[in-house]
Nanobody, 129 residues
Framework: EVQLVESGGGLVQAGGPLRLSCAVSGVTIGAYTIAWLRQAPGKEREGVSCIVAMDGSTYSSDSVKGRFTTSIDFAKNTVYLQMNSLKPEDTAVYYC??????????????????????WGRGTQVTVSS
């Protein structure tokens, strides 16, 4: 059974950092594309970033470029989202999601709204002003 478990959320002041983790079990993430998505209250879910584990390509939304970084620890089968210079508008529930990468051409337009096969339950990030 494939499971994704997010952790690392919490309350942080504006301008501060936070690192989210997405621990993957049941598969080896080397063959997967893993995405971070978020949903704020009253808003639609939006893509934040994604990483294609096969070649290490990363993509992110314009709203987080230069502030958020996505990385992989293959030994731990874990994907990280390092978030710096957080803003109140980053407040949301953050989810990680995954699908096999093989056979698809990945770029931000499809990465950010792909119908991923596996999802975590999410972790709350709250940024105070």
């Amino acid at each position: 059974e494939v499971q994704l478990v997010e952790s690392g959320g919490g309350l942080v002041q504006a301008g501060g950092p936070l690192r989210l983790s997405c621990a993957v079990s049941g598969v080896t993430i080397g063959a997967y594309t893993i995405a971070w998505l978020r949903q704020a209250p009253g808003k639609e879910r939006e893509g934040v970033s994604c990483i294609v584990a096969m070649d290490g390509s990363t993509y992110s939304s314009d709203s987080v470029k230069g502030r958020f970084t996505t990385s992989i620890d293959f030994a731990k089968n874990t994907v990280y989202l390092q978030m710096n210079s957080l803003k109140p508008e980053d407040t949301a529930v953050y989810y990680c999601a995954a699908s096999l990468a093989e056979g698809l051409v990945w770029s931000w337009p499809n990465c950010r709204q792909f119908d991923y096969d596996y999802w975590g339950r999410g972790t709350q990030v709250t940024v105070s002003s």
